[in-house]
């Protein structure tokens, strides 16, 4: 092997002299995660499905938590009942059916149908006999005028002619009154204008006004009485909350006063009513004041008889702030909101110790901790602390 030349081994050597008094490279120190935070990534966020709100001063505002149930509007609603008695022919509506004022709803074969267009044509009958005997009468008493006046009648007769007259003409008035009841009769039995189908002994049940079947009380076949439900009348649109308020809570039952409620089957919902009425008297046994709320429901998606869970909000207080209620965690003994911020596309998520006050079903007052205006996390919550728990625990371990 050919030696190097003298200069080459000489840089050689100054090299590999350079290289051993070089001190090692360290790695660099490792960045130092701040506890109790996590960065999620956009797939994250979206799987977790996060809610998030803000904390805000607002005046404060009670809330009582109880229960209650979605009824018709009494006001609107109409149960209509037998007026004649007999056997139902037909019931022509089921519940749910949408009516209009007129609409047939009930057929009921009748003797008092019968009896009614009896009654009519026996007044018909006494009204022509009448005036033909008024027209006789005051014939004769205008021809008893002409005599006396030529002096061949005396006064007596006239008196009787006279008599005559002004009672053929009361019994008219008699016979037309005693047509125009009988003819009212049966206009209630049968209701204005022809139906469809029915015969001349059956009494005919209308609709009063426009809106909906509620119930369906009897089938054909049934004989009822006077004043037997048939069928119930309704807007479903016209729904109220029926609350039983406790004594104890009284103050926040006011006409106006707004009612947060949810439904079993609509999870996560949240509807609003407004309180229209307030009963006057508390009940002796419960101790509760029945409370009654219009319902605020364009989707139309409540029904009547649902059981609901309410919050009948109190009256403003002085500002507090305030978070969701959902916002607040236990964390390993510490009472803490989950605060967010945008980063990139993903979330970063820590959680704060706060100090908590009053509480409703609704809201919860922050008495330190956190500050308005910062974005925290509501819906997803309990997923969010599960997240920084796992984080937690890795540190530890």
Request: net charge neutral.
């Amino acid at each position: 092997m050919t030696p190097l030349p003298r200069p080459v081994r000489a840089l050689v050597a100054c090299a590999l002299a350079l290289t051993a008094c070089r001190a090692p490279e360290t790695a660099p120190p490792a960045m130092d995660t701040p506890p109790d935070t996590a960065l999620l990534s956009a797939h994250a966020v979206t799987l977790a499905g996060f809610g998030v709100d803000t904390v805000r001063t607002v005046p404060w505002r009670e809330s009582y938590a109880v229960p209650a149930r979605l009824v018709l509007d009494p006001m609107t609603t109409q149960p209509l009942g037998a007026f004649a008695e007999g056997r139902v022919t037909r019931v022509l509506v089921q519940p749910g059916d949408q009516v209009r004022a007129g609409d047939v709803l009930v057929l009921i074969h009748s003797h008092e149908m019968m009896d009614a267009r009896a009654a009519l044509s026996r007044a018909e009958a006494g009204q022509s006999a009448a005036e033909v005997s008024a027209r006789a009468a005051i014939a004769a008493g205008a021809r008893a005028e002409r005599l006396f006046a030529a002096k061949a009648l005396s006064q007596a007769e006239l008196e009787r002619a006279r008599a005559a007259a002004a009672e053929g003409e009361a019994e008219l008035a008699r016979a037309k009154a005693e047509r125009e009841r009988a003819t009212a009769l049966l206009q209630h039995l049968a209701g204005s204008g022809p139906a469809a189908g029915a015969d001349d002994h059956e009494v005919v049940v209308r609709a009063p006004a426009s809106g909906t079947v509620i119930t369906r009380h009897v089938q054909a076949g049934a004989v009822v009485l006077v004043g037997q439900p048939l069928v119930t009348l309704g807007r479903v649109d016209g729904l109220m909350l029926l609350l039983n308020v406790p004594e104890q809570a009284l103050g926040a039952a006011r006409t106006g006063a707004e009612v947060h409620f949810s439904v079993p089957a609509y999870a996560g919902a949240t509807f609003v009513a407004r309180v229209t009425r307030v009963a006057p008297a508390v009940d002796s046994l419960t101790r509760t004041v029945e409370v009654w709320a219009a319902v605020a429901d364009p989707s139309r998606r409540l029904r009547a008889e649902m059981f609901a869970n309410a919050s009948l909000m109190g009256p403003a207080e002085t500002p507090a702030v305030v978070v969701p209620t959902g916002a607040v965690q236990a964390l390993e003994g510490d009472t803490v909101v989950v605060v967010t911020e945008q980063r990139g596309e993903g979330m970063f998520l820590r959680a704060l110790p706060v100090r908590v006050g009053r509480r409703t079903a609704e809201a919860a007052e922050i008495l330190a901790g956190v500050d308005p205006g910062t974005a925290v996390i509501v819906r997803g919550a309990a997923l969010a602390k599960a997240e920084l728990l796992k984080r937690r625990s890795a540190a530890g371990g």
